[in-house]
């Protein structure tokens, strides 16, 4: 199978990979997917005022899905919470050019980030 | 050194140039039809192709006469499986095979069940993916008509007690086919010394050309009968008809003959490379599990998970070197490696287990290359793992709650 330009790019050159420790203020921590299933996502958003100031992620899965979480912290970066929750897997499919058979490593980023920003809202309601 | 690096060699192998220049002049000067007997073009064709056979008959201690030709060994599988369960249809119905098999030799049975012509029991393979010949016996049956069970397999190499078993076929009364595939031109193979009644291989797999197989038949003690399975001129003894691709059996005569002088002194050569490939890697990265057999597999062959990364980013950040992996994203089924499942490594160490598979031209040099590549590519993609981070800081993976898709 053939990569597109763009995801070999991200897979050789991933953006914000990396962790923030977990009980950081203003971070939401998002792991999605399972290692049986060949893929598992851990995205992570840095908040303030609103804002997602840094984004990371670390990836156990194809080139696909790395790629696809490099691409979803590079896009995090900037938005609010509301623009962030706006960002769709068919997105990532688009910038990506995935194949088909890769289309679930889109849905899974955007899984991550979902989880990521549900657990960064728990975290701000529980203060 | 030349890149990309083949290190495939279980996929198919290049041709040895040696191979090539015995079959060029069956192209255009000697195009004759191997079964035209009424002039010379003919005669020179049909000369070839017994010269052939007696070179891949030679390799496996068979008689000549036993070598069926076939475009492969998916064919041959196809026709040992479908061409005994037919002719032995008085007899019987079912067939013991194993869970390892090759996928021509299990599609096969399993098309055979699903049109109700036959019974399959799949034996169980060990942790290093052996069958255990005492329970093919257990298994056998007054309506077994056949045992078929691999020589070596193909992603990790192990080398099945074939011998035993074929002692257990003799002492039953029950024909055994062997899928030789892996094995013939690699290890030493004799059919008589491993009682084998039929027996399936192939050219491209030992530097021959791709197009061309074998099965072997046996002749005496028992006479193996076979139904065709192509209907036509009766060929290679009414058993597969068509005719005979004669510059590919040329060249996979030759190929055998190689085999048969080389091979001695080759797969010294490649289990010492293969050995020094499998050190390097795991001197200097944990966490990476041998699958097979550590001693009993097939010398070119290494086959390791690495924990915490998966296969096919792996192979894409080695893309200078052809592997190839167990991982669901380079199969079409989406699921990880049945052979690596049957051995009961785990879902996620299937997903991360690679194969190198190496070859008559693979060089110390590309050893060195692949070892160095490895440990890189190994070390980036485990940085990037969430799962080596958890693993890192302690956590049970085990015990964690992962939400599946």
Same mark, same amino acid.
């Given at each position: 199978? $053939?990569?597109?330009?763009?995801?070999?790019?991200?897979?050789?050159?991933?953006?914000?990979?990396?962790?923030? !420790?977990?009980?950081?203020?203003?971070?939401?921590?998002?792991?999605?997917?399972?290692?049986?299933?060949?893929?598992?996502?851990?995205?992570?958003?840095?908040?303030? %005022?609103?804002? #997602?100031?840094?984004?990371? +992620?670390?990836? +156990?899965?194809?080139?696909?899905? #790395?790629?696809?979480?490099?691409?979803?912290?590079?896009?995090?970066?900037?938005?609010?919470?509301?623009?962030?929750? !706006?960002?769709? %897997?068919?997105?990532?499919?688009?910038?990506?050019?995935?194949?088909?058979?890769?289309?679930?490593?889109?849905?899974?980023?955007?899984?991550?980030?979902?989880?990521?920003?549900?657990?960064?809202?728990?975290?701000?309601?529980?203060? | 050194?030349?890149?990309?690096?083949?290190?495939?060699?279980?996929?198919?192998?290049?041709?040895?140039?040696?191979?090539?220049?015995?079959?060029?002049?069956?192209?255009?000067?000697? +195009?004759?039809?191997?079964?035209?007997?009424?002039?010379?073009?003919?005669?020179?064709?049909?000369?070839?192709?017994?010269? $052939?056979?007696?070179?891949?008959?030679?390799?496996?201690?068979?008689?000549?006469?036993?070598?069926?030709?076939?475009?492969?060994?998916?064919?041959?599988? %196809?026709?040992?499986?479908?061409?005994?369960?037919?002719?032995?249809?008085?007899?019987?119905?079912?067939?013991?095979? *194993?869970?390892?098999?090759?996928?021509?030799?299990?599609?096969?049975?399993?098309?055979?069940?699903?049109?109700?012509?036959?019974?399959?029991?799949?034996?169980?393979?060990? !942790?290093?993916?052996?069958?255990?010949?005492?329970?093919?016996?257990?298994?056998?049956?007054?309506?077994?008509?056949?045992?078929?069970?691999?020589?070596?397999? %193909?992603?990790?190499?192990?080398?099945?007690?074939?011998?035993?078993?074929?002692?257990?076929?003799?002492?039953?009364?029950?024909?055994?086919?062997?899928?030789?595939?892996?094995?013939?031109?690699?290890?030493?193979?004799?059919?008589?010394?491993?009682?084998?009644?039929?027996?399936?291989?192939?050219?491209?797999?030992?530097?021959?050309?791709?197009?061309?197989?074998?099965?072997?038949?046996?002749?005496?003690?028992?006479?193996?009968?076979?139904?065709?399975?192509?209907?036509?001129?009766?060929?290679? @003894?009414?058993?597969? *008809?068509?005719?005979?691709?004669?510059?590919?059996?040329?060249?996979?005569?030759?190929?055998?003959?190689?085999?048969?002088?080389?091979?001695?002194?080759?797969?010294? @050569?490649?289990?010492?490379? @293969?050995?020094?490939?499998?050190?390097?890697?795991?001197?200097?990265?944990?966490?990476?599990?041998?699958?097979?057999?550590?001693?009993?597999?097939?010398?070119?062959?290494?086959?390791?998970?690495?924990?915490?990364?998966?296969?096919?980013?792996?192979?894409?950040?080695?893309?200078?070197?052809?592997?190839?992996?167990?991982?669901?994203?380079?199969?079409?089924?989406?699921?990880?490696?049945?052979?690596?499942?049957?051995?009961?490594?785990?879902?996620?160490?299937?997903?991360?287990?690679?194969?190198?598979?190496?070859?008559?031209?693979?060089?110390?040099?590309?050893?060195?290359?692949?070892?160095?590549?490895?440990?890189?590519?190994?070390?980036?993609?485990?940085?990037?793992?969430?799962?080596?981070?958890?693993?890192?800081?302690?956590?049970?993976?085990?015990?964690?709650?992962?939400?599946?898709?």
């Amino acid at each position: 199978m $053939a990569y597109s330009d763009k995801v070999v790019d991200h897979f050789n050159n991933p953006r914000n990979m990396g962790s923030f !420790k977990k009980d950081e203020e203003g971070v939401g921590t998002g792991m999605v997917g399972a290692p049986e299933c060949g893929d598992v996502m851990k995205l992570q958003i840095k908040v303030q %005022n609103d804002t #997602i100031v840094d984004a990371k +992620f670390k990836t +156990f899965g194809c080139g696909s899905a #790395i790629a696809s979480s490099s691409l979803a912290t590079e896009w995090l970066k900037g938005k609010t919470i509301e623009e962030a929750q !706006k960002i769709k %897997n068919t997105d990532i499919v688009q910038e990506l050019n995935l194949p088909p058979v890769k289309i679930h490593c889109s849905v899974l980023a955007e899984d991550a980030i979902k989880a990521a920003l549900a657990d960064y809202q728990k975290k701000s309601e529980a203060k | 050194m030349k890149l990309p690096i083949f290190l495939d060699n279980h996929s198919t192998t290049p041709m040895d140039p040696r191979v090539l220049e015995t079959m060029l002049p069956f192209f255009v000067e000697k +195009f004759g039809n191997a079964a035209s007997r009424n002039h010379a073009f003919g005669w020179e064709a049909e000369e070839a192709v017994e010269n $052939a056979r007696k070179q891949i008959a030679k390799l496996i201690k068979a008689d000549p006469k036993e070598i069926v030709f076939t475009s492969g060994a998916t064919e041959s599988d %196809n026709l040992a499986l479908k061409g005994v369960l037919e002719m032995y249809k008085e007899k019987g119905h079912h067939i013991i095979t *194993s869970s390892t098999e090759h996928r021509a030799v299990l599609d096969t049975a399993k098309s055979l069940e699903a049109k109700g012509l036959a019974t399959v029991t799949y034996l169980p393979v060990d !942790k290093q993916g052996m069958v255990n010949p005492e329970d093919v016996r257990k298994a056998i049956t007054d309506k077994t008509v056949l045992i078929s069970v691999m020589l070596a397999n %193909n992603e990790i190499g192990t080398i099945n007690p074939v011998q035993e078993i074929g002692r257990i076929a003799k002492e039953k009364g029950i024909l055994f086919h062997c899928d030789a595939t892996q094995g013939v031109g690699k290890i030493p193979v004799d059919v008589q010394a491993m009682g084998i009644d039929l027996m399936s291989f192939t050219a491209h797999k030992i530097y021959g050309p791709k197009g061309v197989g074998a099965l072997y038949v046996r002749k005496k003690n028992p006479r193996v009968r076979i139904a065709a399975q192509m209907d036509g001129g009766g060929h290679e @003894r009414g058993m597969r *008809s068509g005719t005979l691709p004669v510059p590919l059996i040329v060249g996979f005569g030759k190929a055998c003959e190689l085999c048969e002088q080389e091979m001695a002194k080759e797969s010294v @050569r490649l289990a010492a490379m @293969r050995d020094r490939l499998q050190a390097g890697i795991m001197a200097a990265l944990d966490e990476c599990y041998l699958n097979g057999h550590p001693t009993n597999r097939l010398p070119g062959n290494l086959n390791i998970s690495f924990a915490y990364v998966e296969g096919e980013s792996l192979l894409m950040g080695m893309k200078d070197i052809a592997l190839s992996s167990g991982s669901a994203c380079t199969s079409a089924t989406l699921e990880p490696s049945y052979v690596l499942r049957a051995l009961g490594v785990g879902t996620e160490l299937a997903h991360s287990s690679i194969r190198f598979g190496l070859g008559r031209f693979t060089t110390d040099e590309e050893i060195d290359y692949t070892i160095k590549k490895v440990i890189e590519i190994v070390n980036k993609l485990r940085e990037m793992s969430p799962l080596y981070e958890m693993a890192k800081e302690g956590i049970d993976l085990k015990s964690v709650q992962w939400a599946a898709h």
